[in-house]
Structures are given as C-alpha cells and as structure tokens.
C-alpha cells in the first residue's frame, strides 16, 4: 500500500485544517489507517486511527473532541478534520497503514508527510 498525504500548512491558534490520506495498492478490510504526528525532538506519537471496514476509530486524549478521522472507502482516502488547533499541535503529520492501535510498530506502510504549523 502506498499512501499520499495532504493537506498541512499554518493556521492561528483556534484555526481548522483538513488532512487527507489516499492510499493506493490492496487494502486488507481488517487493517486500520491511522494518523500519527512527529514534533521536533520527539518521538512520532499517535493521534488517531479507523478500522477500514466497520470503520470503528480511536483518538488520542489529547485530541479527542477537536480532531475526527473520517474514511471514504470509494477513494481510498482517509481524513482528519482539527479543529481549535493548538500550538502543541505543530508537527509532522504521517499517515500510516497497518494492523491498527497506537504504536507506530503496528503499521508498516507511511506516507510522506504534511507539515502542521499552529500559530500563538
């Protein structure tokens, strides 16, 4: 599976941004694709991530309530609406394929990258 991210770019804090996630290649419908973001210094950490079929989610608590991942499986894409972004938010965004949960062990396809700059 090979994965193509879009979507990043700067905002004010309180602002909204909408990443995008389009996958190509085979999708197993028991994988999940999720989202984790990497700051700088910091280890890649996870943010959330949707069980392809059934479409069950998962959040980070940091992110729960301003963030919602979203699929549309007739275009292989995933999305990840944030809302009343904060500058804790600022990182490198990846999408990523796999087994599902919350380590980034558990997928082994990732995209490029979208940078995520949240302005104070």
């Known amino acids: 599976v090979q994965l193509q991210a879009s979507g990043g770019g700067l905002v004010q804090t309180g602002g909204s941004l909408r990443l995008s996630c389009e996958a190509s290649?085979?999708?197993?419908?028991?994988?999940?694709l999720g989202w984790f973001r990497q700051a700088p210094g910091k280890e890649r950490g996870f943010v959330a991530s949707i069980r392809w079929s059934g479409g069950s989610v998962s959040y980070a608590d940091s992110v729960k309530g301003r963030f919602t991942i979203s699929r549309d499986n007739a275009k292989n894409t995933i999305l990840l609406q944030m809302d009343s972004l904060k500058p804790e938010d600022t990182a490198v965004y990846y999408c990523a394929y796999g087994v599902g949960g919350d380590r980034p062990s558990s997928y082994e396809n990732w995209g490029q990258g979208t940078q995520v700059t949240v302005s104070s």
């Open positions: 290649g085979y999708i197993n419908n028991y994988y999940a």
